[in-house]
């Protein structure tokens, strides 16, 4: 069983940063694709970013500018880091990854955005 250990959330004032990490338990070159999603009680799960295998990234306008997510092949790990934090980003982040066609999801950190 694939499983992906978020860590990185936390509380923190609005205007500041946070750096998400994502271990998987199998080699991040193997996934497909990785990704960060988020959810706020009583809302749909929404997509922050994704990075593939090749390469290619896309981030949801909601955060474009303010992060960046990249994948550590050497140190396996993916990681989202968010700047200029707001309010609104508060939320359960996710991590995702398809493995052999296959989808993955850690268990979730909380990031609290709040003076």
């Known amino acids: 069983q694939v499983q992906l250990v978020e860590s990185g959330g936390g509380l923190v004032q609005p205007g500041g940063s946070l750096r998400l990490s994502c271990a998987p338990s199998?080699?991040?070159?193997?996934?497909?694709?990785m990704g960060w999603y988020r959810q706020v009680p009583g809302q749909q799960r929404e997509l922050v970013a994704i990075i593939q295998s090749g390469g290619n990234i896309r981030y949801a306008d909601s955060v474009k500018g303010r992060s960046t997510i990249s994948r550590d092949n050497v140190a396996n790990t993916m990681y989202l880091q968010l700047d200029s934090l707001k309010s609104e980003d508060t939320a359960v982040y996710y991590c995702h990854g398809v493995y052999f066609l296959r989808n993955y999801w850690g268990q979730g950190t909380q990031v609290t955005v709040s003076s």
């Open positions: 199998e080699s991040i070159s193997r996934f497909a694709v």
